[in-house]
């Protein structure tokens, strides 16, 4: 009988564990791509807990009787974290994560920059944990001429030392093996450490090992140096504490002379296992192109172009699927109205539901092809060139250099570019980041722009050549930058996050791209919007959906009774009267109240009330702006609509004779729409992303303050 649980292998009964696997390893040293390569699709996005971390778990067959289940920890140059995410991959290693218990953990290691990564390395390894090492980019060493013995490293360091190469699927079988036969314990944790520990701690090493008996010196040590940050009972804190104080335990110094040992004890084992070539030698073509992309003029005109071209990218070839998707549920909508009863719920399926629907997919394609970008710049090296220029500018209010590209995907849609902020490790720069990059002029407020635009600035030309029109449009993207780092420098100073901000950057060599890394990142991104995200879009566009039909009362059925009996007159324009009762009934409806509510508050800044509703009923998209003004005004949905939408708005006026849409009252909408928070999509990822609805709430009330203001005093100006 086979127990559960267990598989019969030639006669024997052998038990069926799934192994848990714990990828680490420094940035940029190929960890992800392992990932990927053992993984492959079977993946899994979430978050680890507490935090906006990604949690990237996947499955792989290290034989053909045993799973294992692989954690890719964030990475991480040293035992001693400093960022968000860093604490994440040292809770797992000192055991101090509920949730993720590793059996083995495989350190991953780039081979062209050995040195560097050994120091991990030989800390995880002087924590008596099972470890195996992954040497990545051996390609990348023999082209700096590098030479590497395996054999001697493995025998230098006391644990199993495999070449991969991820890329090529090369070494991942023999690395699969390593790890199943560590984890049966057929390898053993060298009995020696790296460094004497003792040396400088024994006696607060051996009473902290009294109170955990399983733990080794260089653990113990990390208990004394962060066991305020440990799962560790009030009482056991005391202890630890009081062990500190008795035995005059310092940290700083500790660290610093740990690192000190470490590194000659490195540099015994490069001189045993690895061969360098003169670093007289000629430069490799990285180091070449540096000299290019790093220039203190040229790096930044090769900057903004690349910007500007993925800029231009993301609304240009996100244009057609979001145009493909409009189209879809247009013809969706279309059908069902036809095939469907006309009552109250199949208007909540066709404007509710589907139009829910519509607003969450709809951002999709800008989201894969962002991401998808943000990746292939990632994987060819260049990403760390753009933030390494920008620091500087970021730094001044606030920022730092990874700030730009979410600032700049911003001008595409704030929702992907506020996802992108993850990369980030300082909570106050990440934040800061968060806040302000709604204040970059999204393509969803470009219909908006345009129309306003065409309606009070005359077609003339500066010089002949230069068109009003086009330099006001490029004046809102640049004011929407230009506020965003002055709110930046502001808040700053207001946000108290006690952490340091520590820009360490490494540049890595430039490769190629690993297409399938770039598809499995679009489609994760895509996935994590779409189901987390999107929830909180469909609720809110039910809830404006409700506002916007339903009324006090029977007023909406007395709108509908006075339209009947104009409809049974002679010689009545049907198509006319349909569209006159839709905006009745809207003005009627509650989203219509709370716009006459409304219009005090905006009545300074030039608006009415019809504007007042515009601004509600855009809160779920900013472009909903000119459907609402076309219902309004009572537009169809002709090839025409937009003009007369255009002569309609320029036509109407106010209870005094003037116009709704003059200079002031067209130049302060616009500069609302560049400062208001007018999207439910970009406050639901906010709120995903902070895991609060606290600064959500913050970034709506300083937005629309902002906007308020200055549209007040562009009104005043101009009127």
Known sequence: MVQKGSFTFAGYQVKNKTRHIALV?????????LFNCLTGLNQKVGNFPGVTVDKKTGSTMLSAFVTAEVIDLPGTYSLYPRRMDEWVSYRVLLNQDKEIKADV???VADASNLKRNLLFCTQIIDLKIPVVIALTMMDMARRKGIKIDIAALERELGVPVVSVNPRKNKGIVQLKKAIEQTSHQLYQSPA????????????????????????SDYAAIHFLINHESFDLSPSMQDTIENIEIRNQFNPTKTQAEEILQRYSRIKHIMQQAVSEPDPLQKTLFTEKLDNLLLHRRWGYLILLGVLFLLFQSVFWLAQYPMDWIDLGFAKLSRSLSYSLPDNRWTDLLINGVIAGLSGILVFVPQIMILFGLITLLEDSGYMARISFLSDRLMRS???NGKSVMPMISGFACAVPAIMSARGIENRKERLLTILITPLMSCSARLPVYTILIG????????????????????????????MALVVSYVAKWLIKIKEKSFFILELPTYRPPRWSNVLTTMVNKARIFVFDAGKIIMIISLVLWALSSFG?????????????????????DMKKLNQDMQAEKLESSYAGIMG?????????LGFDWKIGIALITSFAAREVFVGTMATLYSVGDEDEGSLLLKEKMKAAVRTDGKPVFNLATGLSLMIFYVLAMQC???????????????????????????????????????K
Request: proline share 6%.
């Open 596 to 604: 006459k509510t409304l219009e005090p508050a905006i009545e300074p």
């Open 105 to 107: 953990v495989v350190v």
């Open 455 to 482: 309606l009070v600035i005359p077609q003339t030309y500066i010089f002949g050549f230069l068109g009003v029109q086009g330099l006001v449009m490029m004046g809102l993207y640049l004011l929407g930058l230009l």
């Open 25 to 33: 390893g420094n940035p940029n040293s190929g960890k992800s791509s």
């Open 680 to 718: 439910m999509s970009t406050l639901a990822v906010v709120k995903r992303e902070t895991r609060s609805w606290k600064w959500p709430m913050i970034q709506l009330v300083y937005m629309t303050g902002l906007a308020w203001v200055m549209s007040w005093v562009v009104y005043q100006v101009f």
């Open 552 to 572: 006090p009362g029977n007023t909406m059925k007395k709108v509908e009774e006075k339209y009947a009996l104009l409809k049974t007159g002679p010689g009545t």
């Open 397 to 399: 209010v606030g920022l």
């Open 192 to 215: 020696r450490d790296f460094i004497d520990n003792k040396a400088f701690a024994e006696a607060s090493i051996d009473e902290v090992k009294q109170h955990f008996p399983g733990l």
